[in-house]
């Protein structure tokens, strides 16, 4: 059987253009992604001349204005893209998203100079970025980061570590959130830091249960200085940045992991249509059709979750609960969907010469970044009950 089958997925897109650019998606999909995936996971490959192609193809600033590179596609849009990207391979749909993060504080809170320096390389110029919030001691109370920034004339002088950073090494560009005042979240600024400032380092990349092609590591800045032109909004609005890139990129979490989910989802039924016991093909017995169809309904459900955040935010309406509901049901539907195509496959699901073991994998990294999902259900309660009252 084919490392990967394309999902057989109808799709609602909302203009002649959207159904063009899907089109262009999963052919790049098809052709140039998923019949590499397993070989280039098994050996840690990162791919980065996709990345290049999918940059030249127009793919990599989707979300954003296309006066500065960006494709003007809305959310509904750009995530059943990423959704596509994922299925062939989630080392690339994952990095598109955390890409778009990346962008996302000088899109929204940069000057126009700024913009008009940075962003179309950025968005159509080949860069790829990673998101710098996270460090050894500070991943969920992402507050309490320790990484300083200190300001030495026109310049900032930037002393820390970040952990677990996606292309942490390869990223042209980083978008790093530091402290330059007092404790908590209002002591946080956002910076844009060039990949090859002196004094930025990245250790060795780590070794993860899955996404092996996917370089995750800690960076180092040891006195990286950069120029007051590179911080990014106000001193002290670094936190509330990082937030609203957050309630997005998780949008590109849950489409991503619907993606994983899909693919896991035709493999089981590819596999349980051909596979012969007892003189029919498994499909036939009522135990697996109905995991088939629990499996695909969990999948539709995580989709239009995510699909319903997304009209919101193309509106313009608030979307940070719908957004938190939609990762946390959209990542917990993909481990279960791959755990149950595994069973599907039986012994051969469990082996590295079917594909179904990888994404199980994989999916499990969807449920722990960008927020944990004890982190989302934390943030739904909330505008549920109102803040802890502790």
Known sequence: MPDHITPSVERQLPTDEARDLL??????????????AAEEEDAGRFPREVFALLSESGLLGLPYDSGFGGGDQP???????????????????????VHSLSCHALAGYGTKEQRNDHLPAMLGGG??????????????????????????????????????????GVADFYTVLARTGGEGPRGVTSFLVPGDAEGLSAAAPEKKMGMKGSPTAQINFDGVRIPDSRRIGDEGQGFAIAL?????????????????????????????????????????????????ADMATQIEAGRALYLAAARLRDTGRPFAKQAAMAKLMCTDAAMKVTTDAVQVLGGYGYTADFPVERLM?????????????QIQRMVIARHLAGPDSR
């Not at 089109?23 to 590499?36: G, M, N, Q, Y």
């Not at 969920?140 to 996606?166: F, M, P």
Request: one cysteine or more; hydrophobic letters at 45%.
């Open 23 to 36: 089109s262009l998606v999963r052919d790049i999909a098809h052709r140039e992604i998923a019949p590499k």
């Open 75 to 97: 959310y509904e849009v750009y995530l059943q893209v990423l959704e596509e990207l994922a299925a062939a391979r989630l080392t690339v749909g994952l990095g598109v998203s």
């Open 127 to 168: 860069l790829l970025g990673a998101y710098c919030l996270s460090e050894p001691a500070a991943g969920s109370d992402a507050a309490s980061l320790r990484t300083k920034a200190v300001r030495d004339g026109d310049d900032w002088v930037i002393t820390g570590t970040k952990a677990w950073i996606t292309h942490g």
């Open 244 to 292: 609203s890139a957050l309630d997005s990129g998780r949008l590109g979490i849950a489409a991503c992991a619907i993606g994983v989910a899909q693919a896991a989802l035709d493999e089981a039924v590819a596999y349980a249509t051909q596979r012969k016991q007892f003189g029919r093909p498994i499909a036939d017995f009522q135990g697996l059709r109905f995991m088939l």
């Open 361 to 373: 994998r994989e999916a499990k990294v969807l449920q722990i970044v960008e927020g944990t999902n």
